[in-house]
Nanobody
Framework: QVQLVESGGGLAQAGGSLRLSCAAS????????MGWYRQAPEKQRELVAV???????NYADSVKGRFTISRDNAKNTVYLQMNSLNPEDTAVYYC?????????????????WGQGTQVPVPS
């Protein structure tokens, strides 16, 4: 079982910055995709930024130029640097990862979500 633990959320000022972290733990053989989603009140969860299986990055149009996703493969950790925050960024931010875990006998697909971290940006 692969678990994701997020940190770094909290109250942010409009125009300010925050950095989120997400660390994956467990018997991980490989991570194919890892990134960030968010869910604003009364809205559906949406992609924010993600590393794809090929190693490239995808960003939501609304965050391009303001948010940057990065990772430390040795630590199975992904980061989200959020700059120029605005009230529309207010949401619960979730980390997601998918790949292969090692059960000891065979490799198993996994897809995990973190517990979410709140990022309120008051107007």
């Amino acid at each position: 079982q692969v678990q994701l633990v997020e940190s770094g959320g909290g109250l942010a000022q409009a125009g300010g910055s925050l950095r989120l972290s997400c660390a994956a733990s467990g018997i991980i053989f490989s991570i194919n995709t890892m990134g960030w989603y968010r869910q604003a009140p009364e809205k559906q969860r949406e992609l924010v930024a993600v590393f794809t299986k090929g190693g490239s990055t995808n960003y939501a149009d609304s965050v391009k130029g303001r948010f940057t996703i990065s990772r430390d493969n040795a630590k199975n950790t992904v980061y989200l640097q959020m700059n120029s925050l605005n009230p529309e960024d207010t949401a619960v931010y979730y980390c997601h990862a998918a790949g292969l875990s090692d059960s000891g006998r065979r490799l198993l697909d996994f897809a995990s979500w973190g517990q979410g971290t709140q990022v309120p940006v008051p107007s």
